[in-house]
């Protein structure tokens, strides 16, 4: 079946709170919508958030580079020859790789129809539900101890803690009254978003490990080119490092894993260029016998669901990060992945399971 159409319907939902993180702060979450349409009508949906500071891309350049690049390289190309079509899918422009993971999704939504699978079964299948976190933005350590203490009685377990914005003390004190407030057997993953320098992380991790605090992975402490930082950090700590903005492609994974410069990797669909690509970092970490997590933008519920497609498909990976529809005042989806407090399961259908998306909170970029 060859691909008719290819269309972008730019939307923005509100969050209920805003995410804050050393990075940015966050108050609507804007995406693209893809259409992917075959010539027999059968249709594929994908997103593509925005996140300037991460991948580089805007709500406008995800647009042009999907009608301006993508389309015409695939317009009228069988779905069918997979390989052939995420090649070329990969090759039209260098990086981009929100726009990528867009039309990648809708593909893949696409080809679970088509053969009338779900895309967790159509990459592999290895589990039929998943447990998310539930992150908490960074603000003053009692407003932070105070949304933990919520989550957790929300029926969350592991928590995400923002930190990485201010001084290693606020942190320390962040992270203490956080797990004063949230309880015995809450997890906690610290994400410092490069915050800190790497002699910053080395203090504060072996401060929070004298401390006894449960702190189960710090995600990217250093900046996402400093690997050689990243590395010191990992060898001078005994809590695990999980790599994040350093690992964007197989190349980038394949550096952080011959060089031990982490425990972890995250992988996350808007950095990768879609599932095809993230499929390769996984199985490149787990032939180096390193575990991966799922993670995600600030995405509604289309593009979580193709991420935790991909997450349920392998073995590999062993932790997620999917409570950003959460955080939204409103949910434009019908249908994907099913939320019951941190659990997430996938209703009965083909592709992502999707019954009906609603394009009509779009905005005018």
Same mark, same amino acid.
């Given at each position: 079946?060859?691909?008719?159409?290819?269309?972008?319907?730019?939307?923005?939902?509100?969050?209920?709170?805003?995410?804050?993180?050393?990075?940015?702060?966050?108050?609507?979450?804007?995406?693209?919508?893809?259409?992917?349409?075959?010539? &027999?009508?059968? /249709? %594929?949906?994908?997103? =593509?958030?925005?996140? #300037?500071? *991460?991948?580089?891309?805007? +709500?406008?350049?995800?647009?042009?580079?999907?009608?301006?690049?993508?389309?015409?390289?695939?317009?009228?190309?069988?779905?069918?020859?997979?390989?052939?079509?995420?090649?070329?899918?990969? &090759?039209?422009? /260098? %990086?981009?790789?929100? =726009?990528?993971?867009? #039309?990648? *999704?809708?593909?893949?939504? +696409?080809?679970?129809?088509?053969?009338?699978?779900?895309?967790?079964?159509?990459?592999?299948?290895?589990?039929?539900?998943?447990?998310?976190?539930?992150?908490?933005?960074?603000?003053?350590?009692?407003?932070?101890?105070?949304?933990?203490?919520?989550?957790?009685?929300?029926?969350?377990?592991?928590?995400?803690?923002?930190?990485?914005?201010?001084?290693?003390?606020?942190?320390?004190?962040?992270?203490?009254?956080?797990?004063?407030?949230?309880?015995?057997?809450?997890?906690?993953?610290?994400?410092?978003?490069?915050?800190?320098?790497?002699?910053?992380?080395?203090?504060?991790?072996?401060?929070?490990?004298?401390?006894?605090?449960?702190?189960?992975?710090?995600?990217?402490?250093?900046?996402?080119?400093?690997?050689?930082?990243?590395?010191?950090?990992?060898?001078?700590?005994?809590?695990?490092?999980?790599?994040?903005?350093?690992?964007?492609?197989?190349?980038?994974?394949?550096?952080?894993?011959?060089?031990?410069?982490?425990?972890?990797?995250?992988?996350?669909?808007?950095?990768?260029?879609?599932?095809?690509?993230?499929?390769?970092?996984?199985?490149?970490?787990?032939?180096?016998?390193?575990?991966?997590?799922?993670?995600?933008?600030?995405?509604?519920?289309?593009?979580?669901?193709?991420?935790?497609?991909?997450?349920?498909?392998?073995?590999?990976?062993?932790?997620?990060?999917?409570?950003?529809?959460?955080?939204?005042?409103?949910?434009?989806?019908?249908?994907?992945?099913?939320?019951?407090?941190?659990?997430?399961?996938?209703?009965?259908?083909?592709?992502?399971?999707?019954?009906?998306?609603?394009?009509?909170?779009?905005?005018?970029?």
């Amino acid at each position: 079946m060859r691909i008719q159409s290819i269309e972008t319907y730019p939307v923005a939902i509100p969050l209920h709170t805003p995410f804050k993180t050393a990075l940015r702060t966050v108050t609507v979450a804007e995406s693209i919508y893809v259409k992917v349409t075959g010539e &027999d009508g059968t /249709i %594929g949906w994908g997103e =593509a958030p925005p996140t #300037v500071v *991460i991948t580089g891309e805007s +709500l406008t350049s995800i647009d042009h580079t999907i009608k301006k690049i993508i389309t015409p390289v695939l317009l009228g190309k069988d779905i069918t020859y997979r390989e052939d079509l995420f090649k070329r899918l990969q &090759d039209c422009c /260098i %990086g981009n790789t929100s =726009a990528k993971a867009a #039309v990648d *999704i809708a593909l893949h939504d +696409l080809l679970g129809k088509i053969y009338h699978l779900p895309v967790y079964q159509l990459l592999g299948g290895s589990k039929s539900e998943l447990e998310t976190d539930y992150t908490v933005s960074v603000n003053d350590p009692e407003e932070m101890a105070e949304d933990a203490a919520r989550y957790v009685r929300n029926g969350f377990k592991i928590l995400k803690v923002k930190v990485g914005k201010d001084t290693i003390e606020k942190d320390i004190e962040r992270i203490q009254t956080i797990h004063t407030r949230a309880g015995e057997g809450v997890r906690i993953r610290l994400d410092a978003n490069q915050g800190w320098s790497p002699k910053e992380a080395i203090y504060a991790i072996r401060k929070m490990e004298d401390h006894h605090l449960p702190i189960e992975l710090v995600e990217q402490p250093v900046h996402a080119k400093n690997i050689e930082g990243m590395k010191q950090v990992t060898d001078h700590t005994y809590t695990p490092i999980m790599a994040d903005e350093s690992v964007f492609s197989p190349t980038d994974a394949r550096r952080i894993l011959e060089t031990r410069s982490a425990d972890l990797i995250n992988i996350k669909l808007m950095k990768s260029g879609g599932i095809h690509q993230a499929v390769k970092i996984n199985h490149l970490a787990e032939a180096y016998g390193v575990e991966c997590m799922v993670g995600s933008m600030i995405e509604t519920k289309l593009g979580i669901t193709a991420a935790a497609h991909f997450a349920a498909s392998q073995n590999n990976v062993t932790r997620v990060d999917f409570d950003a529809p959460l955080m939204l005042t409103d949910d434009p989806i019908d249908g994907g992945v099913q939320y019951n407090k941190s659990t997430l399961t996938f209703p009965e259908g083909f592709g992502l399971g999707l019954i009906n998306v609603n394009t009509e909170q779009t905005v005018n970029i």
